[in-house]
């Protein structure tokens, strides 16, 4: 783990590796590092590439991008280990304890911004401000589906234990398959996550994300627990919304939006991944969010 004297310069991030309880994690950090903190948590699958476009763009601020585990140049579980969402939330958890940041800012991308919601709603005083990107809060379930859950999560482990990942023939087969996702990224937003999400192996190239990341969730927080959590948000909090993103993203008056004590809500062009294709307003936005802190 690198000390506090980080330093980037704004166009070039530094990598470090980060020791916590549950393994190695890993970070791009970008900016001064006499600039406030924010902890970026990128979404499913993705990895911490994904805040390239957004951080070259917001040079006052020291984003610490982390890999979550199992994604990017993070450590994964052991095996038959999977990754229960409440897993993730623990390791923002080990990584700001390792970096000694005793209070903090958050940035969240879809499943990292449901991530860094519940965790600023279980540490409501250590959150300072927070943006989240095309996410509140995770997936809920009622709790009438748990038995039916489980039962398929450990059917669907059982069936594709041992199995291989998917090998790609070509980085370009690769590309090709992200491109046709239902998040409909340009290709130069698909071609950053590549560059840290890929590695080589005989016969061509497959994800580096760990294949275990696909499997079934056992258990789901139930809606009445998400909004527990989001109702103790005290920390000022943006929730950016892209007009053509994922329609399951809350919109104002929505219960979780009217729950969280102190949110903006703001729609911008773009989709699911507008941070990465339309990157010029998302950083407007937050750079004018933190500079009201």
């Not at 020291?62 to 229960?84: K, M, Q």
């Not at 989001?230 to 943006?238: E, V």
Request: glycine fraction near 8%; proline fraction near 7%; charged fraction near 20%.
């Amino acid at each position: 783990m690198r000390g506090a004297a980080w330093y980037s310069p704004r166009d070039v991030p530094e990598e470090i590796r980060i020791e916590t309880a549950s393994g190695i994690r890993a970070a791009r950090v970008w900016g001064p590092s006499a600039g406030p903190t924010v902890l970026a948590v990128h979404g499913w699958l993705d990895n911490a590439a994904s805040f390239d476009h957004l951080a070259v763009r917001l040079p006052e601020l020291r984003i610490v991008a982390l890999d979550l585990p199992g994604h990017g140049l993070s450590e994964h579980t052991p095996a038959e280990v999977l990754y229960p969402f409440v897993d993730h939330v623990a390791a923002v958890y080990e990584v700001a304890a390792a970096l000694s940041l005793d209070t903090l800012s958050l940035l969240g991308h879809s499943l990292g911004a449901g991530v860094c919601s519940i965790f600023a709603g279980t540490f409501p005083k250590r959150v300072t401000r927070m943006v989240l990107i095309e996410g509140l809060g995770p997936i809920s379930e009622h709790p009438k589906h748990a038995p039916e859950r489980l039962a398929k999560a450990l059917l669907e482990q059982t069936a594709k234990r041992g199995k291989r990942a998917v090998v790609h023939a070509s980085r370009e087969a690769a590309q090709r398959r992200l491109l046709a996702t239902p998040s409909k990224m340009k290709a130069d937003s698909v071609e950053t996550l590549l560059t840290r999400g890929l590695r080589e192996l005989e016969g061509g190239v497959t994800w580096r994300s760990d294949p275990a990341l696909r499997l079934a969730s056992r258990l789901r927080l139930s809606e009445d627990q998400v909004l527990a959590f989001l109702g103790a948000i005290a920390c000022p909090t943006l929730l950016i919304r892209g007009d053509t993103g994922y329609p399951l993203v809350p919109d104002k008056g929505t219960p979780r939006v009217e729950v969280v004590p102190n949110l903006q809500v703001l729609q911008l062009p773009g989709g699911h991944h507008l941070h990465l294709d339309e990157p010029d307003g998302v950083a407007a936005a937050v750079s004018a969010f933190f500079a009201d802190g």
